[in-house]
């Protein structure tokens, strides 16, 4: 099961927000008001009931608490903090947590003394509005959380807004003139190709025959070599 702390990639963002008091929401949210908006099976809601232990609806940034412009696809960002009982949560609970809000969502996840931000990149579906496309989840490293935190971007609106929040957290450079969408994508088919490589290393190991040991190896170096490509 893929968690937040498998993350393969170079974490880039090392910083930690000061949101404004303006934008303060502080709503504990029950875990069953959530079920009743996102329907998750009962192997979810166990890991719910096991990883996490508060969630607090934190912030609302919004034209009306943030002073800035809404966007196509971006009216608000919301803010929710999550108390965790470990130092993993898995995917599926953040997904269940992001269908039930409709609404670009930044994860401030809090355990030990430490915090970290987790965010998929979350977009109306072209095809039906009232969905929403997300992608697979970014996160930055684990940092103190009484370490001094940074103003927001200084952008234009709600959507320059959000892109500040993912670009910060994504762990690849950007290419000249690629759109957030299209590094997102590069993120997802690195881990893709991490994977099948770390499957393709394991065989070679086991394998006993030379020429055919060999052969994987060939796949893999081939392999790397793509891995470097979507890197740089």
């Not at 989840?137 to 940074?150: I, V």
């Not at 500040?164 to 003139?177: E, M, T, W």
Request: charged share 30%; aromatic share 8%; glycine share 2%.
């Amino acid at each position: 099961m893929k968690n937040i702390s498998e993350n393969s990639c170079p974490l880039v963002v090392q910083k930690l927000y000061k949101f404004p008091a303006a934008a303060k929401f502080g709503k504990i949210v029950s875990k069953s008001k959530i079920y009743e908006h996102a329907s998750p099976n009962t192997k979810v809601k166990k890991l719910f009931a096991d990883e996490i232990e508060k969630i607090t609806w934190a912030y609302k940034l919004s034209p009306a608490t943030i002073n800035l412009p809404a966007s196509d696809g971006v009216q608000e960002i919301q803010i929710f903090a999550i108390t965790l009982k470990t130092d993993t949560l898995s995917h599926e609970v953040l997904q269940t947590i992001d269908k039930a809000i409709p609404s670009p969502i930044l994860f401030m996840l809090s355990y030990n003394g430490k915090c970290r931000y987790v965010a998929a990149y979350k977009r109306p579906s072209e095809a039906d509005k009232s969905k929403w496309v997300i992608s697979n989840y970014l996160e930055t490293d684990w940092r103190g959380d009484s370490q001094e935190k940074s103003e927001l971007p200084v952008v234009l609106n709600m959507a320059a807004l959000y892109q500040s929040f993912l670009k910060a957290i994504i762990p690849l450079p950007f290419r000249k003139g690629e759109a957030l969408d299209g590094v997102v994508l590069r993120v997802d088919q690195l881990r893709i190709k991490e994977r099948e490589a770390d499957k393709l290393e394991s065989r070679m190991n086991k394998e006993k025959q030379f020429n055919r040991r060999v052969e994987l190896n060939r796949s893999l170096n081939e392999l790397n070599q793509e891995i470097e490509n979507l890197k740089h």
